[in-house]
């Protein structure tokens, strides 16, 4: 990593884990020294882990509830970290940065205090209702093959929006 520069560990769970739409952005921080890969880890306590319009997976601030969720865990730079929070949209309040424990696959008894990207506070909860409390263990290949990126949405998409669309979607209404 590049001198005079703080260090944050990050989880990831989903598009930015290997073999998924974003990973491109980590293997970029990779080749400038910007990131470093730290292992396979899985939450401490069950969060939910939901999958919203777009296919983007969602990290839910409900500690107790869903379950353990996989993922890759990296040391970013500080430089880094402003590239993964423009793509997660940390401004605009798509996704929050919140602390999370983890250990190491097969190595349960040491923790490792981290940061997700969570789904924002002013819509996470109430999309955990909407998928019916259901969450996954991990955002898998098959949950991958339906994430859209943002350059394959329509044109002027507004994610955003479209959560909220899908949240005030009453299915009684048809």
């Not at 509830?65 to 880094?80: F, I």
């Not at 190595?107 to 002013?122: I, M």
């Not at 819509?123 to 996954?136: A, C, M, P, S, T």
Request: aromatic share 10%; hydrophobic share 35%; charged share 20%.
């Amino acid at each position: 990593m590049a001198e005079a520069t703080t260090q944050a560990l990050i989880f990831t769970y989903g598009t930015l884990k290997q073999g998924h739409g974003n990973h491109h952005l980590i293997q970029d921080l990779i080749l400038q020294q910007d990131a470093i890969f730290l292992g396979f880890h899985v939450t401490h306590q069950p969060h939910p882990l939901v999958i919203g319009p777009h296919g983007i997976p969602y990290l839910i601030n409900l500690p107790g509830h869903g379950h353990q969720v996989k993922g890759e865990l990296y040391s970013v730079s500080t430089r880094g970290l402003v590239r993964l929070d423009e793509l997660e949209g940390i401004s605009i309040g798509h996704y929050e940065g919140l602390p999370i424990e983890l250990y190491e696959e097969g190595k349960e008894g040491v923790l490792v205090a981290a940061e997700a990207y969570f789904a924002h506070r002013s819509f996470g909860e109430r999309l955990w209702e909407r998928k019916g409390k259901v969450g996954l263990t991990e955002f898998g290949e098959e949950e991958g093959k339906g994430y859209v990126g943002i350059e394959d949405r329509p044109h002027g998409c507004d994610v955003l929006h479209d959560i909220t669309s899908f949240l005030s979607y009453n299915s009684e209404e048809l």
